[in-house]
């Protein structure tokens, strides 16, 4: 009891040594604090779990910076599970606020050597078809959530044994297989296309014209109600990298278009591309909404980040193979955009590198691209105070998310290692790859 006392203390006085007591007690004792504090005081609880997590960050910067000037080989994907347990931490605050359910979504991050600092915090994970279920079973060993734009015969057997939640995208689809996972004792969901949405890259918006993912209102409004007895809840999905207000507008007009459909249900998911962990996320409106949502629904709220799970928790170590000049400086990185970072192209953007400016702020200016045969493989201009030397090591920053899991081998061209900054700050690669994993993959 005294620790909660001192607890909240902490918090009253805006000391942000509170956010860090409070994430230490157990579950009963973090509640007692919640339940003792006024709405002001909360909010000022927030912005103290939003400081430390700065701080650890920062620290976090500190270690990588570290590790790069070490012997390590590279290139090398190196993840922080310190980074990665004050992401989750965040997390479950938001989950101990309002009693929603969060899953981490694999399709951005599935490194299970690390899933050891995330399972104590979160609920399970969401898949995309019986790969990633199976390994959201073996691995993260939680609620496995399984959404598919459509299912093979084929494969529905392995992702209903994997998954305790199957989320279907058509009516034939659930017409086909929503007994079966009944009959398992599998939940029941249907993905709907919420009738809005902010995202400005096309290829990333699945509530775009034409789109094919989630069933339309009319459709919906059409068949649900026969079939409403085969399903628990919807699932919808309209964000990626956005803040709550966002989510705000996108809830409005789900519940136009399906709000008298949801009493009855279970559980309504509310989907990923939730910047939770991100410094200007609005974390009182998010855990407003749900709180707000659940009262008028009765049902359970689900959110599945992937994202938020490891924000800047890892980097991309990479080596200067080579300064070639063209006009200007190019760096020739032991590193690809196409391989290894392939949303540098696909989305595209600038990693930030650790002590670079934007081009020309500082003395010496480069080009930092990639080894294939792609005149296209370019990573990025960067500024720097001083030149730039063969065998160099840079950092590009919040690297984990969305490239180990959609790499390739490129041209012949090595996958990273795989490495892991133990909470002791200790350096542990935990893969590597070789000729084989190409070889293999070809034939």
């Not at 006085?13 to 709405?39: C, E, I, K, M, T």
């Not at 910076?65 to 347990?85: G, H, N, Q």
Request: aromatic share 10%; with cysteine; net charge negative.
């Amino acid at each position: 009891m005294r620790d909660v006392e001192q607890t909240i203390d902490a918090i009253r006085a805006g000391d942000v040594s509170g956010a860090s007591s409070y994430h230490a007690l157990p579950y009963s004792a973090r509640q007692a604090v919640l339940q003792s504090l006024s709405s002001g005081e909360l909010a000022s609880l927030t912005r103290l779990v939003n400081d430390s997590r700065r701080e650890v960050f920062d620290r976090g910067e500190t270690r990588f910076r570290t590790v790069a000037k070490s012997r390590i080989r590279t290139p090398v994907y190196c993840i922080d599970e310190t980074l990665i347990e004050e992401n989750m931490r965040t997390l479950r605050y938001v989950k101990d606020r309002t009693g929603c359910r969060i899953l981490h979504a694999l399709k951005a991050y599935a490194s299970f050597a690390t899933f050891g600092a995330m399972t104590p915090y979160l609920d399970g994970v969401c898949a995309s078809g019986a790969y990633e279920a199976r390994l959201g079973r073996e691995e993260f060993n939680k609620e496995v959530h399984t959404f598919g734009a459509a299912y093979k015969n084929s494969e529905i057997r392995d992702i209903l044994k994997y998954s305790d939640f199957i989320i279907f995208n058509s009516f034939h689809q659930l017409d086909s297989y929503g007994d079966a996972a009944r009959s398992l004792g599998r939940g029941v969901g249907l993905r709907v296309d919420p009738g809005h949405s902010e995202i400005e890259t096309a290829m990333y918006d699945p509530c775009a014209p034409c789109s094919r993912l989630g069933i339309i209102h009319d459709e919906f409004a059409r068949s649900f109600p026969a079939r409403s007895h085969l399903v628990d809840g919807l699932h919808f999905h309209a964000m990626c990298e956005q803040n709550s207000d966002v989510l705000e507008r996108i809830l409005e007009s789900f519940e136009r278009s399906y709000g008298p459909y949801i009493h009855g249900l279970k559980w309504v998911n509310f989907g990923g591309g939730h910047h939770i962990t991100r410094d200007d996320y609005d974390i009182e409106r998010l855990i407003g909404l749900i709180n707000d949502f659940k009262r008028r629904y009765g049902v359970e709220v689900y959110l599945e980040p992937g994202e938020a799970s490891v924000y800047h928790a890892g980097v991309l170590i990479s080596s200067v193979v080579d300064i070639v000049r063209n006009k200007m400086e190019l760096a020739i990185m032991d590193t690809s955009a196409e391989a290894h970072m392939p949303d540098v192209l696909l989305m595209p953007y600038r990693p930030h590198i650790f002590g670079s400016a934007e081009p020309f702020l500082k003395g010496r200016t480069y080009r930092f691209a990639g080894p294939s045969c792609l005149a296209g493989d370019v990573i990025g201009d960067y500024s720097f105070d001083t030149a730039l030397e063969r065998g160099d090591k840079v950092v590009f920053a919040d690297m984990a998310l969305y490239s180990i899991v959609k790499n390739t081998t490129f041209n012949g061209i090595g996958l990273p290692d795989i490495a892991v900054v133990k909470e002791d700050g200790t350096v542990k690669t935990v893969k590597r790859f070789g000729y084989r994993d190409y070889r293999n993959r070809q034939s």
